[in-house]
């Protein structure tokens, strides 16, 4: 079983497009990801922590209707 390291923002990016997210769009104050009808803020961290990681996860979660686990994660 892995476990959560931080990630950096653009294979952060790149794990969500796997996931069927759409952009990064511009937004007035942060870019944003889009999946079907729901919008996901991205952050302009350089490189993101793994309790902000983790954060965003738990809503990516809820956008996509189903858990990512650590392993899942890390093999996008």
């Known amino acids: 079983m892995s476990r959560w390291v931080p990630c950096k923002r653009r294979d ?3 794990r969500l497009r796997k996931l069927g997210f ?7 104050r942060h870019q944003f990801m889009v999946y079907e009808l ?12 793994v309790p902000q990681l983790r954060m ?17 994660w890390n093999r996008r």
């Open 22 to 28: 759409e952009g990064p769009f511009s937004g007035t």
């Open 56 to 72: 965003m996860i738990r809503e990516v979660e809820g956008i996509i209707g189903h858990d990512v686990t650590a392993d899942e």
């Open 38 to 49: 729901h919008r996901l803020a991205i952050p302009s961290n350089v490189e993101y922590s």
């Open 12 to 14: 952060f990016i790149q």
